[in-house]
Structures are given as C-alpha cells and as structure tokens.
C-alpha cells in the first residue's frame, strides 16, 4: 500500500544540520495495522509525516498504492491528503458546537463529498458510537472523543489511516478498547492503519511492528498473538 525508498529527510543545512531519516526502506502491508516504534528522537512520527504527505522529503522516493507521492506539486498532495489518507491524533480536535455525527462528517462535507451509506454504517457500527451521534464532545467521554476522531477518519474510506500515538490522552481502559477496534477495522473491513507509538503494549495489538533509532530502521517484525487474541 504504501513504500519508500531511500528515504531521507534533513533538517536545516550546513553545520547545523539534522538528519531525522536516513535512507530509509520501508513497505506498509494493505489491510494491516503497523506500528512504528522508537525513542524519543529516533525519526517516527517524522516518518510517519513523510509517509503521509505531510512533509517534504530531502531525497528518496515515495508511492502509494503505485503513484509517486513524492514528486506531487502541493495542490496533487492536499487532495492526496484529503481523499486517500486518514488522520488520528492524540488531541481529538473535535469542533465543541458540533455533534458527534457533524463532526464526523465536517471534512466530507467541506470536499463537499458524500460518504457511502453502507461504509458509514459498518464504521459507526464497529466504533460503538451509534448511540452518541447526537451528543457534542463535552457529553462524550475521552475514550468516545477519540473514536468519533476516528471514525472522522475513516468515513471517506482512504486507502490508509496514519495514527499519531491516538491512546496518549485516553486511560489504560478507553486506549485497550481503541487498539482493538483498529484492529477489527483492518481485520473485518480491510482498512490499512499505521499508528506511531512509543508503548510497547499497544504495539502488541498491532500485526507488524517496525522500529527506529537515530533515523536509521533497526528492526522489522511481525506480531505473534496467542490464539483466539487479536
């Protein structure tokens, strides 16, 4: 789904530069939840802005699903962003005078775009929110903010969903119950996640898990599940 090639990124120039990603390869599997783990410093969520579209790259090369993303002009990259890729953040960013279900709906609305009827359902449904669609963020708990974020996210169907440590704000509970609709989303509905984190038991719930440090990628491996577990 998504893939890069000797990926660079270099901040600032001359003595005081900083070379967050160095040359790095790396491929995210469709229909799977990634994480990508690494201490403070270490490149990740610079990854994942690079990834992402976010960001500019120095040199390298990115693709998905087969279109170069890297060599987009920024009118190609914002559509990109607003069409194929989804965003979760720690901080929910939820509009206070909206209702749930207006702000799951704000950006489709703004692309002025209709979300497909049956996608939206299985999301509202696999969320658990059908019941708060009414409610505005104050009558929500943390644990349903972030679900609504996320089913905003999600009800244009984008080819990936890139999560920035989205369990940073919520307690131990409400982050359990996230990580496991995350991954029913990729295993019933075929959505592709990749989520930056630094803790190592969210990580576990993921399918694979590729780790970082000082720019360079050190480790790739897949998540081994007791059975009967996601």
Request: aromatic content about 4%; hydrophobic content about 40%.
């Amino acid at each position: 789904m998504v893939s890069a090639r000797n990926l660079t990124k270099v901040y600032g120039r001359g003595s005081g530069a900083v070379t967050a990603l160095d040359s790095v390869n790396v491929d995210i599997a469709r229909a799977r939840f990634t994480a990508i783990m690494g201490p403070s410093g270490s490149g990740k969520s610079t990854l994942m802005h690079c990834l992402a579209g976010l960001d500019s790259i120095t040199s390298g090369e990115i693709m998905l699903d087969g279109d170069m993303v890297s060599s987009m002009n920024q009118r190609r990259l914002t559509r990109l962003r607003r069409e194929r890729i989804g965003f979760i953040f720690q901080s929910f960013n939820l509009l206070p005078t909206l209702s749930a279900e207006e702000n799951i709906l704000l950006p489709q609305r703004l692309a002025h775009r209709k979300p497909q009827r049956d996608w939206y359902d299985a999301v509202i449904s696999t969320l658990g929110i059908g019941d708060r669609l009414s409610h505005r963020p104050h009558e929500l708990s943390g644990g349903q903010q972030q679900r609504v974020a996320v089913a905003r996210a999600l009800v244009g169907r984008p080819e990936v969903v890139f999560a920035d440590e989205p369990t940073g704000a919520l307690d131990t509970a409400s982050a359990a119950a996230l990580l496991e609709t995350l991954a029913g989303m990729c295993e019933r509905l075929g959505q592709t996640v990749v989520m930056v984190t630094h803790d190592e038991q969210a990580a576990a719930t993921t399918n694979r898990i590729i780790r970082l440090r000082d720019g360079h990628i050190t480790g790739v491996e897949a998540v081994r599940r007791p059975a009967g577990t996601r």
